[in-house]
């Protein structure tokens, strides 16, 4: 009503004045007969002010790029709803950051967006907190939710699985092969007309190649009767994985495969049609579309020891053990997050198979249906430390066999026990840098690799850093190195096994170190 009477009072007013303005030439043929039957209220002198509700809390997220401006949707309703905040951070060295920060109580609730493989090492040191479901724990996919235990334990949630699939050329190929030794006959005649260079594109030497290890027989690790796996059963140089390894060589020898298996390289051969057949995953999908290339999508040949079968990756969602927030963490993962909204918004922006089954169900893609159904007898990548000690000595070895500097066998033995060795080692994935100095800071002697008083930490600048120490003045020698011992070690300039690095302090100071991984070359601060 005041606003009613308010427009009618100025309407009035505005009349009368008009009307006295024509007075001197013309009397108005009208004049009101009745003024309003209520006056105006008046304007407040004060507008009101909104009451300023202060969050009860905050709940802090670290995500990426991809998945950071997904989770900004949730902020509004999670406020009105908890009375919490919610703060996204936008990270890209999640796992290396999270590492650093998390030991000293300053990380994150909650990480997003990690690989399931990695979730092993951060629980083994304490970073991680197990995380409960409940009955929502049912919506997810089991083989997901499995890749996500740890020694009997739930350690994350997962939202999105991938795993690489068998592509082949349909212009060339009428009927996918289903056996490996179907992948040469084929190939073989493609090359014989000279459709193609080469029977196959390979674009990697361990997890690129798994489909067709398992195919022989080959695996990384066992499970033991528990269904864990079992870091003492090390399948590297089983016979299985020998056996691929010579078909492999074999076929380079006969000029059927590329001897370069660069990932960029030999999908730039399937993607010009030099090549029939490629092994790719989700990732690789836009490259293959945009290329125009005429494709289809199948499960992978078989071999002596039947179909192959890719490792599998799921993308997971993790609690900090040193959160105090750990149950409303939870909440937000289970009433917000796993929610058909998110899950499927999460799986338009990554183009991966959505790990939550309401989401799966309605999945319409066929190339990545195409992708579900390959990885349908898929493993997950084995969520272990041991894990991390694999990789180096089993790419080394298929190259060095692939080159011909020595047999499968050879090879595959020689990594063998080079990983066996890693894995018992208590210290491998220490960086230090033993030296002269080291019994003025704790360590127990000069010259200890093992010394935990000077390992070093990763840093956001992607180097490995430890110090500042305090030490006397004089001349010091120092060398890096690695898995604390001396098997792995370097010098000046970077150089494995070289000379020491040499320094002096003129007085009493300070020396921090700071190593590059990539070029092996130590920084020397002095202060």
């Known amino acids: 009503m005041k606003k009613s009477f308010t427009l009618l009072a100025v309407f009035l007013i505005a009349s009368l004045l008009l009307g006295a303005c024509a007075q001197a030439t013309e009397a108005p043929t009208e004049v009101p007969t009745e003024a ?203 016979p299985g994985m020998i056996a691929a390894v010579e078909w492999l060589v074999g076929n380079v ?5 590329p001897t370069d298996w660069d990932w960029a390289n030999n999908h730039a051969l399937f993607e010009t049609g030099k090549t029939p057949f490629i092994m790719a995953g989700p990732w690789a999908l836009d490259r293959i579309r945009e290329s125009g290339i005429p494709y289809a999508i199948t499960n992978f040949p078989a071999g002596p020891a039947g179909e192959g079968y890719p490792f599998s990756g799921v993308q997971t969602i993790l609690i900090n053990a040193q959160s105090e927030n750990k149950l409303l963490a939870e909440t937000f993962l289970i009433d917000y997050v796993a929610t058909e909204e998110i899950m499927t918004a999460l799986y338009e922006k990554g183009q991966r198979p959505s790990a939550y089954l309401p989401v799966l169900e309605k999945l319409d893609d066929p190339d990545l249906l195409a992708f579900g159904e390959a990885g349908r007898n898929a493993t997950p990548m084995p969520a272990i430390p041991a894990m991390g000690s694999v990789w180096t000595s089993w790419d080394s070895a298929v190259v060095l066999a692939r080159d011909g500097k020595m047999t499968p066998e050879e090879a595959l033995k020689d990594a063998g026990e080079k990983i066996r060795n890693l894995i018992a080692n208590p210290l491998y994935g220490m960086v230090n840098v033993p030296g002269s100095y080291q019994s003025q800071v704790g360590c127990d002697g000069d010259w200890l690799p093992e010394c935990a008083a000077t390992a070093m930490a990763k840093g956001e600048d992607g180097k490995w850093h430890s110090g500042p120490f305090e030490l006397k003045a ?54």
């Open 36 to 238: 309003p039957t209520e006056a105006p209220t008046e304007e407040p002198t004060e507008a009101p002010t909104e009451e300023v509700v202060e969050p009860a809390g905050k709940l802090v997220v670290w995500a990426d790029d991809t998945r950071a401006p997904i989770l900004d949707t949730l902020k509004e309703d999670f406020l009105a709803q908890t009375g919490v905040e919610l703060e996204v951070v936008l990270k890209s060295a999640l796992r290396d950051d999270f590492q650093l920060y998390a030991p000293v109580g300053e990380g994150p609730d909650i990480l997003f967006g990690i690989p399931h493989d990695q979730v092993a090492t951060m629980v083994a040191n304490g970073l991680i907190a197990s995380v409960d479901l409940g009955n929502k724990a049912q919506d997810f996919v089991q083989s997901a939710l499995d890749a996500c235990i740890y020694d009997g334990v739930l350690y994350c949630m997962p939202y999105a699985t991938e795993n690489l699939a068998f592509f082949y050329n349909t212009e060339l190929v009428e009927e996918p092969p289903a056996t490996w030794d179907d992948v040469v006959t084929i190939g073989e005649a493609l090359k014989e007309e000279e459709k193609v260079d080469y029977i196959m594109s390979v674009t990697g030497t361990t997890y690129d190649l798994y489909p067709l290890f398992t195919a022989f027989g080959g695996y990384i690790f066992g499970k033991d009767a528990n269904g864990n796996w079992n870091d003492q059963d090390l399948g590297v140089d089983s």
């Open 253 to 257: 020898e006969k000029g059927n495969l």
């Open 474 to 527: 004089g001349d010091y020698e120092v060398k890096v190195a690695l898995d604390g011992s001396w098997t792995v070690n370097y010098g000046s300039d970077g150089k494995q096994d070289g000379p020491n690095y040499t320094f002096t302090l003129e007085s009493d100071g300070t020396v921090e170190f700071i190593y590059d991984e990539d070029t092996h070359m130590l920084e020397i601060v002095i202060e």
